[in-house]
């Protein structure tokens, strides 16, 4: 009997064993991931510093970025940053919380590194519908009723006494010079105050072609969108179904240009009509404007990549016919 109780707890301890060590292989598979994503707080709200981070476990052979996309709880891209990673293959990234984040919600953030895919997630606290706490007011107990006391005659009024007009100030003139303002008499250099990093992302393919986003070519691109296109509603209706068509293709793109030079110039070939009918749209200021010139650039950029090609094609295939 003794030894069937032996035999028993032996094969206890020895399945217990097994699916330990099975547990811990499954969580430590999961530990290891190719490409992961973390921010440096669960939530945020208007005004916060995003901070993103992660690691790339296997870096490919050619350099890219890692493409960086916040998505909001309805399902449309809020923002779009491409970071570098180093030699060991971290990456970090900050993103202002607020301004095109107008909604309060569970937001996604994609992270991609070539077909390496991932995706976290935080919340975001709108300053505009976050609830405000009322604490309710104690109920103040009944004191007991006092006597009634007798009834005092008024006291007359005292007429209010003049209020004395202040005395003008004199402002002491200074002429200071340039690059510096007269502050109380004295003068004080001028400060400037840095321009605030632009939210929203650039664009991948261009970047790619002409190799920065301090290129002049980028640059334009991204005036016309923040200075015309966003400053009117009819212009940030097509940013906005714009984003969600565009980046759904530039990372791979941008890719194969990176990867391939003869690919880069024949893009770069390809933008050059396009970016040069853009210009017209840097005179645009008002709705109708910007709606008026945004659909002549349209037609522009419909006759030149299709419209003059077929025409060309038309005109081949008779001449080859006519002469047969």
């Known amino acids: 009997m003794e030894m069937k109780v032996s035999g028993f707890l032996a094969f206890a301890l020895l399945s217990i064993s097994i699916l330990s060590f099975g547990l811990t292989g499954a969580v430590n598979a999961q530990s290891n991931l190719p490409l992961s994503v973390n921010t440096d707080s669960s939530s945020y709200t208007t005004g916060n510093t995003i901070e993103i981070s992660g690691m790339v476990k296997t870096l490919s052979e050619f350099e890219q970025p890692v493409v960086l996309m916040i998505v909001s709880p309805e399902g449309s891209i809020v923002t779009v940053q491409q970071v570098m990673p180093n030699s060991d293959g971290y990456y970090s990234a900050t993103v202002k919380a607020g301004g095109t984040m107008n909604s309060s919600g569970e937001f996604e953030i994609r992270a991609q590194y070539g077909a390496q895919k991932i995706t976290g997630t935080f919340d975001f606290i709108s300053s505009d519908s976050a609830p405000v706490s009322v604490q309710p007011e104690p109920t103040p107990e009944p004191e007991p009723t006092p006597e009634p006391e007798p009834t005092p005659e ?92 565009y980046y759904t293709f530039s990372p791979t793109i941008a890719d194969m240009e990176r990867q391939s030079p003869m690919f880069k110039e024949i893009v770069k070939a390809g933008l050059t009509p396009m970016i040069s009918t853009l210009s017209i749209m840097e005179s645009a200021e008002t709705e109708s404007e910007v709606l008026g010139l945004g659909l002549s650039v349209i037609a522009l950029n419909l006759g030149m990549y299709i419209a003059a090609p077929a025409l060309i094609a038309m005109k081949v295939n008779q001449q080859l016919r006519s002469r047969i």
């Not at 009024?157 to 109380?184: A, F, L, R």
């Not at 990093?197 to 072609?209: Q, Y």
């Not at 002409?210 to 980028?218: C, F, K, R, T």
């Not at 691109?221 to 940030?236: A, V």
């Open 154 to 245: 008024p006291e007359p009024t005292p007429e209010p006494e003049p209020t004395p007009e202040p005395e003008p100030v004199v402002e002491q003139v200074v002429n200071c010079g340039p690059g510096t303002e007269s502050v109380n008499g004295v003068c004080q250099v001028i400060k400037t105050e840095e321009p605030e990093e632009k939210e929203g992302g650039g664009c991948l393919i261009a970047t790619a072609a002409y190799g920065s986003e301090l290129a002049p070519q980028v640059q334009m691109l991204r005036e016309i969108r923040d200075n015309q296109l966003m400053n009117t509603e009819s212009g940030s209706a097509f940013m906005s179904g714009f984003n969600e068509l």
